[in-house]
């Protein structure tokens, strides 16, 4: 027999599970460790060790960076639309490999960064802020079009 706390847990388990595929609920936290300088300075000792610095130009991450996003996309090729949260339309090894496609996608984001000299966590934080004036709330609220057909 299940204590409360366990019927809590089944519960909730089995909400999600049915409605999965319709779920709209984006909220979702990362850890907080490791931090994005700490993964960098992993990166950059994996690349020191192995002698690899002098193929991490811009040019060769930026291509390295696009086949790995192609890699990323052949996992959700011929799948049709995706649920959020993935839903049962993904195996365990699918979700795996996913984890693992989207690790080296950013992973070279990172290194391009790196190799372009970009503060990726305070240049992205400007970004969000400019997006914020390019897309107005009271414009584009429900709206999916482009900045240039709000003004
Ligand atoms: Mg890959």
Redesign the pocket.
């Known amino acids: 027999m299940l204590s409360n706390k366990e019927n809590q847990a089944a519960d909730t388990t089995s909400s999600k599970s049915t409605s999965s595929t319709c779920e709209t609920n984006f909220e979702f936290k990362f850890s907080s460790e490791p931090t994005l300088e700490s993964l960098g300075e992993k990166l950059l000792d994996f690349c020191k060790e192995r002698n690899w610095q002098e193929f991490h130009s811009p040019r060769n991450l930026l291509l390295a960076l696009v086949g790995?996003v192609g890699?990323l996309s052949e996992i959700f090729q011929w799948k049709g639309e995706v649920p959020v949260g993935l839903g049962r339309t993904f195996t365990d090894n699918e979700k795996e490999h996913l984890e693992?496609?989207i690790s080296?996608v950013f992973i070279y984001l990172i290194r391009l960064a790196q190799a372009c000299k970009v503060d990726l966590p305070k240049a992205v934080e400007s970004k969000i802020e400019l997006n914020k004036k390019k897309y107005p709330i009271d414009k584009c609220f429900g709206k999916s079009n482009k900045y240039n057909e709000y003004h």
């Open positions: 790995e890699e693992q496609e080296d």
